[in-house]
């Protein structure tokens, strides 16, 4: 069962782990909108110790505003970026963070 | 106009003193032992000894710092040899050894 | 072990260089081996994958879907599958797979209002089996860097100028897809055959840093060009 649909707005968790992962830092904290779902696949933190009993997620393709993500950003407004964020790492963006 | 192996351009020595650390290497023809490698961190991936992307991550840590001298295209031989050395894959008494003698090998062809 | 002693030794010279690598290289490989880490049929499949590979399978891939409406459709929907029907098969792609490349394969399609570019920040991810290996350029952190965070100045210092009314879309590719740029098909194209688009397809252009043009391949030596 997917928690989020596309059109969502979500923000990547500001997590610091001692885990393998695969969240870029500089997306955590920032709020973009899911604009694909991916399939459920094994995460990252998992993944890297060879677990046979791995835990899967749903994943998902999150587009930012690059003016959102970068202070002082010299691109144009409509400039964004895309990444697969795995579902863990995100919450619903708090009103206000849209 | 002949040139001159003596006379050095101070604006072209400059560039080496203020050389980045890791510089963008352009569309270089990779010399064969440089497939090797990669095809030796594949393997080391694949077989669960070295993970692609902690390698990865190692390179560009090291490579920006410890061995900072080391051109970009042999960081993944460095680093790959330097984390087998730091994880007691091999030692570095086995390490030195082995280059002895592969040397060795070489020099005889 | 000494990893930070320092570094005062005389600047290696070229030739000695390559000879000295070779060794190291040599040296890793037959210790792994040795100790079971791997065997040596695993690396020749690798070695014998890696050079057999190169941007064609994507060059294909563009040239029929803009021949091929409904191809088109189908490589943009479902990219992994689509890709056998060149004989790509993205989980298969040794014979032997390779976690690195277990993946899923999306196509991004350039309109007249978006322009794709790819890259990996964390580590160096690349569609390989259709586009071969990376570009060293491409696995530097210089391109990684910076691509994401001033992707219009890394685009112009390849040449590329996009219109402000264009958008430009990074994808860093840092879990399980990899990414491939599909261009737009340039003009003066009409009639052409599929052999002679692929041609025109680089692999430039299918990582997003350059867009095809009619007098243009990639086999043409720059230097034979009138000037």
Redesign the interface.
């Known amino acids: 069962m997917r928690r989020f649909e596309i059109g969502d707005h979500v923000t990547v968790r500001e997590a610091t782990t001692l885990f393998h992962h695969r969240t870029q830092a500089y997306t955590r904290g920032h709020t973009g909108v899911v604009v694909e779902h991916r399939p459920e696949w094994l995460i990252p933190e998992d993944e890297a110790w060879q677990r046979e009993d791995g835990r899967v997620e749903p994943f998902y393709v999150v587009r930012f505003r690059q003016r959102d993500l970068w202070p002082g950003y010299t691109g144009l407004d409509r400039d964004t970026l895309e990444t697969e964020v795995a579902e863990g790492w995100l919450v619903p963006a708090e009103e206000g963070m849209q | 106009m002949t040139l001159s192996a003596n006379n050095r351009y101070p604006v072209l020595m400059a560039t080496l003193r203020r050389a ?1 650390p ?7 023809t ?2 064969p ?8 961190c ?8 070295l ?4 390698r ?2 190692a390179e ?1 840590a ?1 490579g ?1 710092t ?1 061995y900072a ?1 080391f ?4 960081r993944a ?2 680093v ?3 984390s ?3 994880r007691g ?2 030692s ?1 008494h ?2 030195e050894t ?2 002895n ?3 060795a090998r ?1 020099r005889q062809a | 072990m000494s990893p930070t002693h320092d570094h005062d030794h005389a600047p290696i010279e070229a030739a000695n260089e390559i000879s000295e690598f070779d060794v190291l290289e040599t040296a890793i490989r037959e210790l792994a081996i040795e100790k079971g880490l791997f065997s040596p049929e695993d690396h020749r499949r690798f070695m014998e994958w890696a050079e057999r590979i190169g941007p064609h399978g994507g060059s294909r891939l563009i040239a029929r879907a803009w021949l091929d409406p409904e191809f088109k459709q189908r490589l943009l929907a479902d990219g992994t599958e689509t890709s056998k029907e060149i004989g790509i098969d993205w989980l298969d792609p040794t014979g032997t797979g390779t976690p690195s490349d277990f993946t899923y394969f999306y196509v991004l399609e350039n309109t007249p209002d978006v322009h794709n570019v790819i890259v990996c920040t964390l580590c160096s991810c690349y569609p390989r089996p259709v586009l071969g290996q990376a570009p060293e350029w491409y696995k530097t952190p210089h391109y990684r860097r910076r691509v994401v965070r001033w992707p219009r100045e890394v685009l112009a210092e390849f040449g590329l100028h996009l219109p402000l009314d264009v958008e430009v879309r990074v994808h860093d590719s840092n879990q399980k897809s990899r990414f491939m740029v599909m261009p737009m098909r340039p003009e003066g194209t009409e009639g052409w055959t599929e052999d002679q688009l692929a041609a025109i397809v680089t692999r430039d252009t299918m990582i997003g840093v350059a867009l095809p043009r009619a007098d243009w391949t990639a086999a043409r030596s720059p230097a034979a060009t009138p000037r």
Request: net charge negative; aromatic share 4%.
């Open positions: 980045d890791a510089p963008p290497e352009s569309d270089r990779p010399a032992w440089e497939a090797n490698v990669q095809a030796t594949e393997c080391l991936s694949w077989r669960g000894t993970d692609n992307l902690e990865r991550q560009d090291l920006e410890t001298d051109p970009v295209h042999t031989a460095v790959t040899a330097h087998l050395l730091a894959e091999i570095e086995e390490l082995k280059m003698e592969v040397r070489f």
